[in-house]
């Protein structure tokens, strides 16, 4: 008979199944649990950090867009580059020697060895910059040398196919791709585009296995700037301000040409130039035409008298003393030479100072300073270009100062700010907001995506004040004794006003003696502007007035705005350069009386033979004025022809007059207002 179990050990193998069932059990659930915390609980993130060690974010910048004239001419485009970078760890793992690897790259490069060799030790493990977008001979030179730890990289590069032209306006980008000056600056976000994230896996050494396709990049590239300004206008205004600054011995020199009725600059030129492809130590890149602001002289007189005539301060005829010196707040004033009494277009085109300074006196404190306010100084332009200095116009506390301004010292300008003003005397008061960027287009279709209009900013003055100052700054550079006479181009006539300043002196508190800021600023043709043109000129050596050394330049370029515009030669032009050409000393003195009111010399302009005959006949009658013919003429020779008579104008509309009341051979009295209408010639 078998012996029976155990009893007690029957039970106790029993509990040890049962242990070993509750240890499996607890097991499995733990494992159980740890699935369903890792598969569920934590999925989403445990995904995420494995993803993240296979797959990267790889950025591509895209090609920045491109900068061209008004007429497609490219400015600024961008092209292939590539860029060489050390591998500091495989360099020591691979070269026998990392200092000679280095020396010999840095004499490939034109680098310094030393600074080469403390850039690498002090950079990253895995990366460090040697030189970026390097030249075409100097990738082939670098790929020759096949160094350990030396690779290249593709990048893009900016390139400027005009070298210095437009350099300043155009501006720069730095390293990595960034606007730093002028257009690439103002419109960054617009030429950059947008850069596309790309997934890509890699590999175990983080090298990129594979890189999804990415949409076109034409698509993604930024936009197409075009901008207002002419590839020819620029050439000639760089050309003619540069042999200026140079012939005079300056230290730099700004030239700009505007159309007058649009605000659009067609040229801004500044001296010395920079080649935007290659800058160097010293290069100054800023735009010298908005950024600097200077004390502008006496261009500013233009404003004083079209201000005092639209107050009716002054008048036409009114006799002003312009006698040996003129004495304010304890200061003696003081002209080039004495005039005497003369008329306010006397004043403008001898450019005197005496005169300036009595008629600011008529306008006032408060009225100068509304004035010149008015014409946009001591406010910014609204240019769509960066660092614009909006200038100084402190209010004239001191009568001294009130003076001063009147002739355009005691207070800032920038260039630009002088030429919008001298635009809205051509533009018949209108002051225009400058205008450099024509439009942007999209690169894929060609779509527009912003257009800039012209923008009027104010109504400086009325149409007839404009009328009469531009009257009188024709006198400017067609008078004998007129300062501008250097400043007409052969065929057409023109109008301007030059500007010499003595500046600032630091040491003393002053104002230099043989330190000057000379310009000559205008616009042409005189009847009916198509460019309004400043060129400044910043201390000439030797013969310094803007006559002399700014108004040349002038002539040169609006000669050839004038030809590329299709203006055509003007047959009075001829018998007006034979009268300015008359030396100075063959003009009658000035008188030293208040001479009657008349019209000063060289304030007429050749007219057709019918106006000028009912303008004489009817000047001579007594009692009343017959109402001349005035139809169909330029707002101009009609106010010329209404002040021969002691007729007013009332005007509105642009263009030619197409109505008149009253009407002609009507008889009014002397000193009545013709109600004119103007129209576009149809």
Not at 86 to 115: I, N
Not at 135 to 146: I, K, T, W, Y
Not at 252 to 265: F, K, L, N, R, W
Not at 543 to 548: D, I, Q, S, T, V
Request: glycine share 12%; net charge positive.
């Amino acid at each position: 008979m078998r012996p029976g179990l155990d009893a007690k050990a029957t039970r106790w193998i029993a509990r040890r199944m049962v242990g070993v069932g509750l240890l499996l059990m607890v097991g499995f659930g733990a494992v159980a649990w740890r699935a369903v915390r890792l598969q569920v609980v934590q999925r989403d993130r445990l995904s995420a950090e494995a993803r993240d060690q296979y797959v990267r974010q790889v950025v591509m910048q895209p090609r920045r867009g491109v900068i061209v004239d008004r007429a497609g001419q490219l400015l600024a485009q961008t092209g292939d580059a590539e860029s060489v970078f050390v591998d500091p760890e495989e360099l020591d793992r691979k070269a026998p020697s990392a200092s000679k690897v280095l020396a010999q790259l840095a004499r490939t490069l034109d680098l310094d060895p030393r600074a080469l060799a403390r850039k690498v030790e002090r950079g990253g493990a895995r990366f460090v910059w040697v030189k970026r977008r390097i030249s075409p001979a100097e990738v082939a030179a670098v790929r020759r040398l096949d160094l350990p730890g030396v690779a290249l990289v593709p990048e893009t590069r900016r390139y400027y196919p005009k070298g210095t032209l437009a350099a300043q306006l155009v501006g720069v980008t730095g390293d990595d791709g960034t606007g730093l000056e002028g257009i690439e600056l103002q419109l960054d976000d617009v030429l950059r585009g947008e850069p596309a994230r790309v997934p890509s896996l890699r590999d175990g050494r983080g090298r990129v296995a594979l890189q999804e396709v990415v949409g076109s990049n034409r698509a993604r590239e930024g936009a197409r700037v075009e901008l207002s300004i002419d590839q020819g206008l620029q050439v000639t205004a760089e050309a003619a301000l540069g042999a200026a600054v140079k012939g005079s011995r300056a230290l730099s020199g700004v030239a700009i040409a505007m159309d007058p009725a649009t605000g659009e600059v067609l040229a801004m030129a500044s001296w010395p130039p920079v080649n935007p492809n290659a800058l160097r130590q010293g290069d100054e890149p800023r735009n010298r035409a908005v950024a600097d602001a200077f004390e502008p002289g006496s261009t500013v007189k233009t404003f004083t008298l079209a201000g005092a005539l639209e107050r009716g301060v002054l008048k036409p005829s009114d006799a002003i003393d312009c006698s040996a010196g003129y004495t304010v707040g304890g200061h003696v004033i003081h002209d080039h030479r004495p005039l005497g009494w003369t008329g306010p277009a006397q004043v403008l085109s001898s450019s005197s100072n005496v005169g300036a300074a009595r008629i600011g006196a008529r306008l006032g404190k408060p009225g100068l300073s509304e004035v010149l306010a008015g014409f946009g100084f001591g406010q910014r332009t609204g240019v769509d270009l960066p660092g614009e200095r909006k200038g100084l116009l402190p209010f004239p506390r001191a009568d001294i100062t009130l003076a001063t301004q009147s002739f355009g010292q005691g207070l800032t300008a920038s260039a630009l700010q002088v030429v919008t003003a001298m635009g809205a005397v051509a533009n018949g008061g209108k002051l225009m907001r400058p205008l450099v960027v024509l439009r942007t287009r999209d690169p894929a279709d060609g779509s527009v995506i912003d257009e800039y209009r012209p923008q009027v900013v104010r109504q400086a003055v009325s149409p007839a004040t404009a009328a009469t100052i531009s009257r009188w700054l024709t006198a400017v550079v067609e008078d004998a004794e007129g300062t501008g006479r250097r400043a007409r181009p052969e065929g057409w006539r023109v109008a301007g006003k030059t500007g010499t300043a003595q500046k600032a002196d630091p040491v003393t508190g002053g104002y230099s003696t043989d330190r000057h800021f000379s310009s000559f600023v205008g616009f042409a043709p005189a009847e009916g502007p198509r460019v309004v043109i400043g060129v400044f000129i910043d201390e000439p050596k030797g013969e310094f007035y803007g006559g002399e050394v700014a108004a040349p330049p002038f002539r040169e370029i609006a000669s050839y705005a004038l030809k590329m515009l299709g203006v055509p030669p003007e047959p009075s032009a001829a018998a007006t350069a034979t009268r300015s050409a008359t030396p100075a000393s063959t003009a009658a003195p000035p008188s030293r009386a208040p001479p009657p009111a008349r019209h000063e010399a060289g304030d007429e302009t050749p007219e057709p033979p019918a106006v000028e005959l009912a303008t004489r006949r009817l000047a001579g009658t007594t009692g009343g004025i017959a109402v001349p013919v005035l139809t169909g003429l330029p707002l101009r020779a009609a106010i010329r022809t209404l002040e021969a008579l002691d007729l007013g104008a009332d005007v509105s509309g642009t263009g030619r007059v197409a109505t008149q009341l009253p009407p002609p051979g009507r008889v009014v009295e002397r000193g009545a207002k013709v109600r004119l209408t103007l129209a576009p010639a149809g």
